[in-house]
C-alpha cells in the first residue's frame, strides 16, 4: 500500500517592530500638534481674553496716598491709614485695563487731589 504525502508550505511573514510604531503618515500629524501646543504655552493662551482681577470678590481696591502702590480691603473695612478709596468711576478693576495703567502714573494727595505720581518712571 503506497500513501502519498501531502506537504504544505506556509510563508509567515514576521516583523520585529510594535503594533503602536509610527507610521511615516502619523509624523506631520504629530509635528502638527507639538507645535500647536507649544505655540499655545509660549503665547500664554492670549486668544482667550483672560484677565485677571484686582482684587477677589468681597473686597475693593484702594490707592497708596502719595505712590502708585495699591492694596486690597475687605468691603466690610475702611482703608487703613496711608490708603484712600480710588475716586468714583476712575478704579480699576482688573489688570492692566484703562484705569489700572493710568494709576501707575498718578496718585492722590493728601487731600484727595488727583496728582502725578513722583515714583512714577
Known amino acids: ?16 517592530r510594535p503594533a503602536t510604531a509610527f507610521r511615516a503618515g502619523r509624523i506631520p500629524v504629530v509635528a502638527a500638534l507639538a507645535c500647536a501646543a507649544a505655540a499655545t504655552v509660549l503665547t500664554g493662551c492670549a486668544g482667550l481674553g483672560y484677565q485677571e482681577n484686582i482684587c477677589s470678590n468681597g473686597e475693593y481696591p484702594a490707592l497708596s496716598v502719595g505712590g502708585t502702590g495699591s492694596a486690597c480691603f475687605s468691603d466690610k473695612e475702611e482703608p487703613s491709614a496711608g490708603y484712600a478709596r480710588y475716586p468714583a468711576g476712575k478704579v480699576p478693576r482688573q489688570v492692566d485695563d484703562k484705569w489700572d495703567v493710568y494709576w501707575r502714573t498718578h496718585t492722590l494727595d493728601k487731600d484727595g487731589k488727583i496728582i502725578a505720581a513722583p515714583d512714577a518712571g
Open 1 to 16: 500500500m503506497h500513501t502519498k504525502r501531502l506537504e504544505i508550505t506556509v510563508n509567515v511573514t514576521r516583523t520585529n
